[in-house]
């Protein structure tokens, strides 16, 4: 039953142009081309580099955090209570009034020690600044290594110049030794990515991530199985062309260096440049017409463009949320929170605390002729107890 499903799976008219066959692309006199059991290896090499990130945050990103200053905020102890306990893990870490009111009652607190107990268990939940930073350099390490090291695979390539000569004599196209273990690397990366994800800082995207580290995966196994390796290797560039960037600008972030709101710009220019223009314009556009001209559409092809084109989507949706965070730049002149792609949802309850503190230093009420609290230098010590000036 297996053979005759894998059979029928693999038929030549679903994957490959018409009037092409699997049995042409089998290796013969020294010609090598790409077979989908090449990328087994990806799965050893994907606990690899779990492994390797491991001993990278705890050795060289934990210690280089600590040298640029990165320390993580010192958080109030919560007294345990297992009716607001129970809440919490059941009904929700956000009450609203009413039910504050009823749990105060139910445990003898005021309504502000009620909510000031809810406030410090959140926060026991937020990721540590430490953290954040290693899994942030670690990303920054590959993401940089994989763009120059892919640029430099590419850069001798007829097709990363002109991408309609990724169809060239296509799918008779011998595989390259050196894109292989780059595709392979790559495809590794994003499966150490799901493995490690019940482990990573849960982002306010998270759906959307995990969507895209799952589409990544089946772009990348099914354009190599394919022989599609040329426009799948231009894709795989683009992505890697930002990342770096966006990487660098949350480590300098959380080391607070001003530096990051700069980081930030080059990284939205950069990510506008290649995601709204470049893969629409060079990419979808040679997918979806140039591959046919010479060949009739077929299943594959329109199940790679579908795929591409849901990559288009989370493009779009997150350049939309770079684009508040750059409206919020221009009007204010420095990044305060961050409502990009893979920043966690900050709670309003912790700007509450800052206020508190604020007004326990300059006295607890405040009087009409008072100073207000709401100044440069309340905002800015409100951003240093979030820990954020940019990208989270």
């Not at 779990?50 to 060289?60: A, D, G, H, P, Q």
């Not at 919020?328 to 900050?346: C, P």
Request: glycine share 4%.
């Amino acid at each position: 039953m297996w053979s005759s499903l894998n059979e029928w799976l693999w038929q030549d008219k679903f994957w490959l142009p018409p009037n092409n066959s699997w049995a042409e692309l089998e290796d013969q006199d020294g010609v090598i081309y790409a077979h989908p059991r090449d990328l087994l290896a990806a799965l050893p090499l994907a606990l690899a580099l779990v492994v390797t990130r491991v001993t990278f945050e705890r050795f060289i990103a934990l210690p280089l955090g600590r040298w640029l200053g990165v320390r993580d905020q010192a958080r109030r102890p919560v007294v345990p209570n297992a009716t607001l306990e129970e809440h919490f893990r059941l009904q929700g870490q956000k009450p609203k009034e009413p039910q504050l009111a009823l749990l105060a009652a139910q445990c003898g607190f005021t309504l502000q020690q009620t909510q000031r107990w809810f406030r410090n268990r959140r926060n026991q939940d937020r990721p540590c600044l430490t953290k954040k930073f290693s899994e942030a350099s670690w990303r920054f390490l590959f993401y940089l290594c994989s763009f120059f090291g892919g640029l430099a695979v590419l850069y001798h390539e007829s097709w990363l110049w002109t991408p309609s000569m990724c169809w060239d004599n296509y799918p008779k196209q011998p595989l390259k030794p050196t894109l292989y273990w780059w595709y392979l690397l790559e495809l590794s990366f994003y499966v150490s990515l799901l493995i490690t994800l019940p482990f990573d800082i849960k982002r306010k995207d998270f759906k959307e991530q995990v969507l895209h580290h799952f589409v990544t995966i089946i772009l990348i196994t099914f354009s190599y199985s394919t022989n599609l390796l040329r426009i799948g290797s231009l894709v795989l560039l683009l992505h890697d062309a930002s990342d770096y960037l966006l990487e660098a600008g949350k480590m300098f972030n959380y080391a607070r260096r001003p530096v990051c709101d700069i980081l930030f710009l080059i990284f939205s220019l950069v990510f506008f440049y290649t995601r709204l223009v470049l893969f629409p314009t060079q990419i979808l556009y040679t997918t979806y017409y140039e591959s046919i001209i010479d060949r009739g559409p077929f299943f594959g092809y329109y199940f790679f463009n579908a795929l591409l084109m849901l990559l288009q989507l989370l493009h779009v949706f997150w350049s939309y949320l770079i684009l508040r965070m750059l409206c919020n730049f221009m009007k204010k002149g420095q990044m305060e929170k961050d409502v990009r792609s893979d920043v966690e949802e900050l709670d309003s309850s912790e700007e509450e605390a800052t206020k508190e503190h604020l007004q326990l230093r300059n006295g607890a009420a405040r009087g009409p002729g008072e100073a207000s609290t709401e100044g440069p230098r309340s905002r800015a010590a409100g951003r240093l107890a979030n820990g954020h000036t940019l990208a989270t």
